[in-house]
């Protein structure tokens, strides 16, 4: 028994697309400037934007961009058609000329004569715990003595602020925060002495 299979029917291959952009650029290989000036109007725009996302300021994009289309003017000669469209290759030189100018911007400082004054890693340690040990001690605290104390240290208000918004007399928020604080002084020495 003999199968009759039909050969599978090929597509032609479609035409290779036209590339305005790659034949201005082959034409400024050439040393045509009215390519260049095409080139030039139609990706003036858009090499700003990128640069201007990348280095973040108008003088470096501006910058950056007279780079990008002094180099396509210069390396127009190396741009190859059969390895894809023009446009990659442009953005490609235009990312360079950003990099270039970000890697400009790097300056190596001398090291200061003094040591830095700013808090350490073993200070910074330091302080979360001691930072953790009175969060876990307020919680020891009785409700009325904590909330003063946490509307006072860190809600940043006065005694008169505390006493107007929890309707209590002057006097008491005085005397909440006073027993707090010695409360607290005292679970601290506690935990200290454990």
Known sequence: MELAVAAPR???LPAPRRDPDGELVVRVARGDRGAFEALYERYVRSVYALALRRLGDRHSAEDAVQETFAAVWRSARTYRPER????PWLYSIARNAAVDRLRARVVLAEPPDAPDAAPGPS???ERDW???RVHRALGELPEAEREVLALAYWGGRSQSEIAAELSIPLGTVKTRTRSGLARLARILDEEDLR
């Not at 894809?84 to 446009?87: E, L, R, V, Y």
């Open 123 to 125: 200070d910074r340690a």
């Open 84 to 87: 894809g469209p023009a446009a």
């Open 130 to 132: 001691l930072s953790w």
């Open 10 to 12: 090929l597509a032609p």
